[in-house]
């Protein structure tokens, strides 16, 4: 008797192709980073070159995330209601033109001006990621958040990199490389970079209805009908209903579902955990190990490129496994664990193991929680939701290493590791339980279908 034959099942690649433009959506993120990555080992003294104080060079460091605090969700309410391609376009040219006033800067006040434009337009990150979200599907969207993922590694290689260059004349010189980079992105973005925003219903005018007003049957159902799949298949219709529009809603998280409040709050957790390791790791391994300034430089270009490789071949296949949300708890206890292992004295093994922890753990935090967040959010909202995020994670990079910084100094050096990695641990706890098993079977779908 013939055996029957097992349906075979096409392995999922990476490498299928992209949407239409997401290589100009990858570069504007890579750009974006590439300037962050820069900040780093050059800022601090080209402020001081400019007779600024210790606490005048935090302040100027901080300046861009700030900046990007306080514009991200304005950039996401700007590219939901005028399209995703103007406000992107408007971000590189900002980019260029902040990186330009920095390298010119000769006083502290102008260099301070060029970081807070720097930073605002670095908000592009999250009008990126609501393209992609507009373009993808729910079961590709860890993927393509994950080669977008990857654009962060590649910032923080090239950036430090790029920075470099300053040995050759001045620490000016990054700052012109930079703007030269994003205004050449600029062009090409015209015309390369497609719009992605999902078309918008227009409300009825208010005039045209009474307070009292009751919406009718079919408006009512309409605005419950599943949107969504997987972790978001429950959110709120993506149908903007005439007459349905809550007339006093003005902040990015109002009238969404709890979820998404819950996912900003584990992202902001997670990222004041790591970039408090972020900012006080040189000064770890200097203390332990003697490692050199850069040393320590060439520590964090491998955990870099470290990152690009791990959002690029391992997120779709945990995703495909685990879900979207074991995918994400599994990243978050990685990064617990690896935090807690820094605060152990196990010499270079026990190092060299918690930053594969801490690279592993921060390749699938990064875009499964994008992902996610973009579940959630109702496409007509969908770039205000990830501004809203990027304001959280920035300011994340303003209290994780404030106060990494104190424990450190004024604590113990171990002190912001334990701190971050129970913090992590918290994080862990409050991720939103898929509602079905539906993320699963969407994230399992057979690619090249």
């Excluded at 993808?136 to 990199?161: D, I, K, T, Y």
């Excluded at 490129?305 to 879900?323: I, M, Y």
Aim: charged share 15%; glycine share 10%; proline share 8%.
């Amino acid at each position: 008797m013939p055996r029957s034959r097992r349906p075979t099942r096409r392995r999922r690649s990476p490498w299928r192709p992209l949407p239409p433009g997401f290589g100009a959506l990858w570069t504007t993120v890579a750009v974006d980073l590439i300037g962050f990555g820069i900040v780093f080992p050059i800022l601090p003294r080209y402020a001081q070159d400019l007779n600024a104080s210790p606490t005048t060079v935090g302040l100027v460091v901080a300046s861009f995330s700030l900046a990007q605090l306080a514009c991200a969700p304005l950039m996401g309410r700007l590219s939901d209601r005028f399209g995703r391609k103007p406000v992107l376009l408007v971000s590189l040219c900002g980019t260029a033109i902040g990186s330009v006033m920095t390298g010119l800067a000769h006083s502290v006040a102008l260099l301070l001006l060029g970081r807070i434009v720097d930073g605002a337009s670095g908000a592009s990150v999250s009008v990126a990621q609501a393209a992609v979200a507009d373009v993808a599907s729910p079961s590709e969207r860890p993927r393509l958040f994950g080669l977008l993922g990857a654009a962060f590694g590649v910032g923080f290689v090239l950036g430090p990199a790029i920075a470099a260059l300053a040995a050759l004349d001045t620490p000016r010189l990054p700052f012109f490389v930079a703007a030269a980079i994003a205004a050449v992105n600029a062009v090409v973005a015209v015309r390369r970079l497609p719009e992605t925003r999902p078309a918008r219903a227009v409300p009825a005018p208010a005039a045209a209805r009474t307070p009292t007003e009751e919406p009718t049957p079919a408006a009512a159902a309409a605005s419950t009908a599943p949107a969504g799949e997987g972790l978001g298949r429950d959110e709120p219709s993506d149908r903007l209903v005439p007459g349905l529009e809550p007339p006093g809603r003005t902040g990015p998280l109002s009238g969404l579902p709890g979820g998404v409040v819950r996912l900003m709050v584990v992202a902001f957790a997670a990222l004041v955990a790591f970039s408090g390791f972020e900012a006080t790791f040189a000064l770890l391994v200097e203390r332990r190990l003697q490692l050199t300034l850069s040393s320590t430089a060439g520590v964090f270009t491998a955990i870099g490129a470290a990152l690009v490789v791990v959002q690029v071949t391992l997120v779709h296949p945990a995703v495909a496994r685990l879900g979207e949300t074991g995918a994400l708890r599994a990243g978050l206890g990685a990064n617990a664990a690896g935090l807690l292992l820094l605060a152990l004295d196990a010499g270079w093994p026990g190092i060299g193991v918690a930053l594969v922890l801490l690279v592993v753990g921060q390749g699938l935090v990064t875009p499964t929680m994008a992902s996610a967040v973009a579940a959630l959010a109702p496409a007509r909202r969908r770039g205000q939701v990830l501004g809203a995020q990027q304001s959280a994670g920035s300011l994340a990079r303003v209290v994780g290493p404030t106060v990494a910084g104190v424990l450190f100094g004024q604590v113990s050096v171990v002190a912001p590791y334990l701190a971050g990695g129970a913090l992590v641990v918290v994080a862990v706890l409050l991720v939103p339980a898929a509602r079905s098993s539906r993320d699963r079977r969407a994230a399992t779908v057979p690619l090249g279908t």
